[in-house]
T-cell receptor, first 114, second 111 residues
Framework: DTGVSQDPRHKITKRGQNVTFRCDPISEHNRLYWYRQTLGQGPEFLTY????????KSRLLSDRFSAERPKGSFSTLEIQRTEQGDSAMYLC????????????FGPGTRLTVL | QKEVEQNSGPLSVPEGAIASLNCTYS??????FFWYRQYSGKSPELIMS????GDKEDGRFTAQLNKASQYVSLLIRDSQPSDSATYLC???????????FGRGTSLIVHP
């Protein structure tokens, strides 16, 4: 257990529905990242926060995806109008404020869109 | 486009052997390099980080970095069946705070 938690661990939804995932990073970590991973691929960057500021979003990220980190602690990732292509593992990772960029991943949320 | 390349494998080694996993990256200005282990259905787990040219050892694991040749490798000594997993290479290119991951190399250690 890295200390990063994600909820839910599994989500099955029907195409067109909205889903929201939550990530609680390690408490003293100020940077939080969201990734998507599909079978046979490495994690693909979606977005990241430093404290409550969203500093970068992937250009591949559809307008249907939005993320927040309102108080610089937990973060949520929402996908609106889900599509079958959104089925993937959604990973959250956090990094502390030190010199190094060692990321610690949560257990992930497995999304299946029917 | 900045890329991290790994052979997808599978790499199959007998128990007790040395497993050698390789990764190349495209950005000469890269500064931070990481190896993650990922078991099937689980999230990545950090096993090694390296920032300077040369070798870094931690138990049975050795990371090797050669910035001039733009590659980083991971050696696993005395491989065990429990080492069977996908190994992901990640690189922070050009001072970016966003690591780029390779596709991973599947390692199978057979008894």
């Amino acid at each position: 257990d890295t200390g990063v938690s994600q909820d839910p661990r599994h989500k099955i939804t029907k195409r067109g529905q909205n889903v929201t995932f939550r990530c609680d990073p390690i408490s003293e970590h100020n940077r939080l990242y969201w990734y998507r991973q599909t079978l046979g691929q490495g994690p693909e960057f979606l977005t990241y926060f430093q404290n409550e500021a969203q500093l970068e979003k992937s250009r591949l990220l559809s307008d249907r995806f939005s993320a927040e980190r309102p108080k610089g602690s937990f973060s949520t990732l929402e996908i609106q109008r889900t599509e079958q292509g959104d089925s993937a593992m959604y990973l959250c990772a956090s990094i502390g404020s030190g010199l190094y960029n060692e990321q610690f991943f949560g257990p992930g949320t497995r999304l299946t869109v029917l | 486009q900045k890329e991290v390349e790994q052979n997808s494998g599978p790499l199959s080694v007998p128990e007790g052997a040395i497993a050698s996993l390789n990764c190349t990256y495209s950005d000469r200005g890269s500064q931070s390099f990481f190896w993650y282990r990922q078991y099937s259905g689980k999230s990545p787990e950090l096993i090694m980080s390296i920032y300077s040219n040369g070798d870094k050892e931690d138990g049975r694991f050795t990371a090797q970095l050669n910035k001039a040749s733009q590659y980083v490798s991971l050696l696993i000594r005395d491989s065990q069946p429990s080492d069977s997993a996908t190994y992901l290479c990640a690189v922070n290119m050009g001072g970016s705070y966003i690591p780029t991951f390779g596709r991973g190399t599947s390692l199978i250690v057979h008894p």
